[in-house]
């Protein structure tokens, strides 16, 4: 698995921006006020969504998904709800965006942000939990 590894799922700038979310989400209510507070996370989930497409579309096309299913056709099946979860992804970034992007309360954004955020941290966890597992199926047993 050539690409595996050299590649291995290798997302350190998504993780900067995950992060970055991540303490706008836990400041404190009164850091910012709470237009100000808006019109940076409207700034950072852009950011976000840009460097998420490219890494969801990577993975899809060129990356793990592709050579993972060709060569071990029975993880098929998880590298599949994995792909349906981009989706998921795509669709809930744009939602979250129009949200943001009309002002809509501060308080209901990081709640919301705070589930998604949850979910595509998990997501990555099993991204590599799949990957892991493909390479120990390659490398085999040991003896
Ligand atoms: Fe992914
Ligand atoms: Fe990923």
């Not at 595996?4 to 989400?25: A, G, P, S, Y």
């Not at 299913?69 to 979860?85: D, G, N, S």
């Not at 809509?104 to 949850?118: C, K, N, V, Y």
Request: glycine residues 4%.
């Amino acid at each position: 698995m050539s690409q595996f590894n050299t590649e291995l799922h290798n997302h350190e700038k998504l993780q900067i921006l995950l992060d970055r979310l991540h303490v706008m989400v836990v400041a404190p209510a009164d850091a910012l006020p709470d237009r100000r507070w808006c019109n940076l996370f409207v700034h950072e989930v852009e950011a976000f969504q840009e460097a998420m497409e490219i890494h969801m579309s990577a993975e899809e096309k060129g990356g793990y998904m592709h050579e993972l299913i060709e060569l071990h056709p029975e993880l098929a099946r998880k590298a599949a709800t994995l792909k349906e979860e981009h989706s998921k992804f795509h669709t809930a970034l744009a939602t979250l965006l129009a949200a943001a992007r009309k002002g809509e309360d501060a308080a209901g954004l990081r709640s919301q942000i705070q589930d998604f955020l949850t979910e595509v941290y998990e997501h990555e966890v099993a991204e590599t939990d799949l990957v892991q597992e493909a390479l120990q199926r390659d490398i085999g047993p040991a003896d």
